[in-house]
């Protein structure tokens, strides 16, 4: 597994095969940046048009962002 550390950029990747911690389709695709990093999940932030979301994600559902 990764470690991730607050401030850094990933993209929610929905994987089908794990349901719990599944973030709404909508966000699927969409980068975000972590504010929050718990043991099996992630808090990450992201906007859509004006409104800032959060989105709480297993480590399952997201990957790296590579820029």
């Known amino acids: 597994m990764r470690e991730y550390k607050v401030d850094d950029k990933v ?3 929905i994987d089908p ?3 719990k911690g599944m973030p709404h389709r909508r966000f699927h695709g ?3 940046t972590i504010i929050r990093v718990n ?3 992630l808090v990450v932030t ?3 048009g004006s409104k800032l979301k959060t989105v ?3 480590l399952e559902h997201v ?3 590579k820029v």
């Open 46 to 48: 992201m906007l859509m």
């Open 63 to 65: 990957k790296p962002h």
């Open 17 to 19: 095969s794990q349901h």
């Open 11 to 13: 993209v929610i990747q």
């Open 39 to 41: 043991i099996r999940s």
């Open 56 to 58: 709480i994600a297993r």
């Open 30 to 32: 969409r980068v975000g």
